[in-house]
């Protein structure tokens, strides 16, 4: 079966920390609205780098068949 590599990383790394713990005081409705999508665009980004992982591991285990 093929398997993610084994070493740890931190999730999301130093600027999602930042991007969810910012003060969102600050921002006006156009700036919130901006925000909202550009994350919503990383959201796709996101699940389309995960199903194309998902596709890969699937294939890795047709061909070489599950060992779990």
């Known amino acids: 079966m093929f398997e993610e590599p084994a070493e740890a990383r931190a999730f999301g790394g130093r600027a999602l920390n930042e991007a969810t713990h910012e003060d969102l005081e600050v921002y006006g ?14 959201i796709e980004r996101t699940k389309a780098q995960l199903a194309k992982k998902k596709a890969g591991r699937d294939a890795a285990n047709a061909l070489f068949g599950r060992l779990d």
């Open 29 to 42: 409705v156009a700036e919130l609205e901006e925000r909202i999508a550009a994350l919503q665009a990383e």
